[in-house]
């Protein structure tokens, strides 16, 4: 079973949108939650990296929020550009084992003009 | 300065075929880790590597599969007899360390092997 739930598994917005991107997750003991964006055709290239203690991180227009009591975390994406069409995945990681990662399967985000 | 990559990009080999994927980490990492992206899945940890130590080979889906990391730095993942079920996309990370500290992984662009 993954451990590691996203939603939606796809969202199509208009460029200069806002849109908000779901995950979570049955990871314990939790360390830490990432959040990576994925090209088309390319590496992951990771956006915030989030520890228990840390409810919010931004990046850019990029805001990462988590609620470890309830493990769930958001990445909201402002005034969205075309080169934010990827597919964005998050990562949780456990305790005392920082590369062990489990991966959601990412959501796919399109952005058109 | 440079990042990780891999070689090839792409890779089609005929089913029963043997094939090697190299990844070259960031100069200075120690840590080196082998992932596998299957279309619609999320990306399943294959092999890690840490300085010295005896990677941690608990991923390989089959013994088919070994990698091996030479001086510390480049590493080569061969799969042996491939399947068609080894179709995926083979990326490769590195970091400064690994461990139980909290530290950032660099992805390669990945290798795409189509087995026919």
């Known amino acids: 079973k993954n451990q590691v739930e996203q939603s939606p598994q796809s969202l199509i917005i208009l460029e200069g949108k806002n849109c908000t991107l779901q995950?979570?997750?049955?990871?314990?003991?939790?360390?830490?939650l990432r959040w990576y964006k994925q090209d088309t055709g390319r590496g992951p290239v990771s956006l915030t990296i989030m520890t228990f203690s840390e409810n919010t991180k931004s990046n850019g227009r990029y805001t990462a929020t988590l609620d470890a009591d309830t493990k769930q975390s958001s990445l909201h994406i402002t005034a969205s550009q075309l080169s934010d069409s990827a597919s964005y995945i998050c990562v949780v990681s456990l305790r005392n084992s920082g590369y062990a990662l489990n991966f959601g399967k990412g959501t796919s985000l399109l952005v058109t003009p | 300065g440079a990042g990780v990559s891999q070689s090839p990009s792409n890779k089609v080999t005929e089913k029963g075929k043997d094939v090697e994927l190299r990844c070259d980490p960031i100069?200075?990492?120690?840590?080196l880790y082998w992932y596998r992206q299957s279309l619609g899945q999320g990306l399943e940890f294959l092999i890690y590597f840490q300085g010295n130590s005896a990677p941690d080979k608990s991923g390989l889906p089959s013994d088919r599969f070994s990698a091996e990391r030479t001086g510390g730095s480049v590493s080569t993942l061969t799969i042996q007899r491939t399947q068609q079920e080894d179709s995926a996309v083979y990326l490769c990370?590195?970091?400064?360390?690994?461990?139980?500290?909290?530290?950032?992984?660099?992805f390669g662009p990945g290798t795409r092997l189509t087995v026919t």
């Open positions: 995950c979570n997750y049955t990871v314990s003991p939790f360390s830490n």
């Open positions: 100069s200075g990492h120690t840590a």
């Open positions: 990370a590195s970091s400064l360390s690994g461990g139980s500290g909290i530290y950032e992984q660099y």
